[in-house]
């Protein structure tokens, strides 16, 4: 923990640990992580947080994870990241957040998660976003999205399926990013097909497609939600 100074990592004896909370935290002047045994680890929450030096990671075992909060929060340094085992896993809030670096994110299991409020906040440079299980996502989408300025693609089907969203489930989500018309109508017709009521959602700023380029399945959905109390936030 602020071990700053740290610039590499032995490859020790880790396979008992279960609770690897904070361990590397703002350790900035790491480039690179050994594949230590994690098999046992259930708590991940800023493990790797701050630690920006970092441009790669390794396919560590992280099947009985169950808590990523803030996992690798500002690992700015990060350009791609492994497809790890996080099908335990519950929560993700705030774990990739300004990773700027990102230029792209594998299809991770996140069909346990109950929380990934935040989880992708900032990451500037992700383009696009793949289609993931959010079936048991209960605590909001809320800012999940946020200034990722470069975001243009996003699937269609996403939030068919996901449980019951607060009245801010989606507030701010896609805020401040670069989604075209196609991936508007995506989340759009998404949010309608689900059919839940009252929600915010903000799909506006940054480089979001206007309003008037959207898709008439876009707007038909828009209306739709609209009608269902939603408040979309969007840009003209």
């Known amino acids: ?8 990592f032995p490859l020790i004896d880790t396979s008992s640990g279960t609770d690897f909370n904070s361990c590397w ?6 480039t690179e992580f050994p594949l230590i045994d994690t098999s046992s680890g259930t708590n991940f929450g800023y493990a790797w947080g701050y630690c920006s030096g970092l441009t ?3 396919l560590i075992d992280t099947s009985s994870g169950t808590t990523f909060s803030r996992s690798w929060t500002n ?10 085992d996080t099908s335990s ?27 990934v409020g935040q989880a992708w906040n900032g990451c500037s440079d992700l383009v696009e976003f793949p289609f993931v299980d959010f079936s048991n ?12 300025r470069d975001l243009t693609t996003f699937p269609a089907n996403m939030f068919d399926n996901i449980g019951s969203m607060p009245s801010t489930g989606f ?6 990013c670069a989604l075209t018309a196609q991936s508007i109508e995506n989340i759009l017709t998404s949010l309608d097909t689900n059919g839940q009521q009252n929600i915010e959602l903000g799909i506006n ?6 309003k008037t380029t959207w898709t008439t399945a876009a707007n038909t959905a828009y209306t739709n939600l609209i009608n269902k109390g939603w408040t979309i936030f969007y840009n003209p």
């Open 205 to 210: 700023s940054g480089l979001n497609a206007g």
């Open 137 to 148: 996502v209960i605590y909001s989408f809320r800012r999940t999205w946020y200034f990722c």
């Open 89 to 115: 896993a519950l929560d993700f809030a705030h774990t990739w957040s300004a990773c700027s670096g990102l230029t792209s994110f594998p299809a991770l299991d996140f069909s346990s998660a109950t929380n």
């Open 25 to 30: 935290r703002e350790c900035s002047g790491l």
């Open 1 to 8: 923990f602020q071990c700053s100074g740290l610039t590499s």
């Open 171 to 176: 507030q701010d989500a896609f805020r401040s």
């Open 56 to 58: 790669s990671f390794p």
């Open 75 to 84: 690992c700015s340094g990060l350009t791609s990241f492994p497809l790890i």
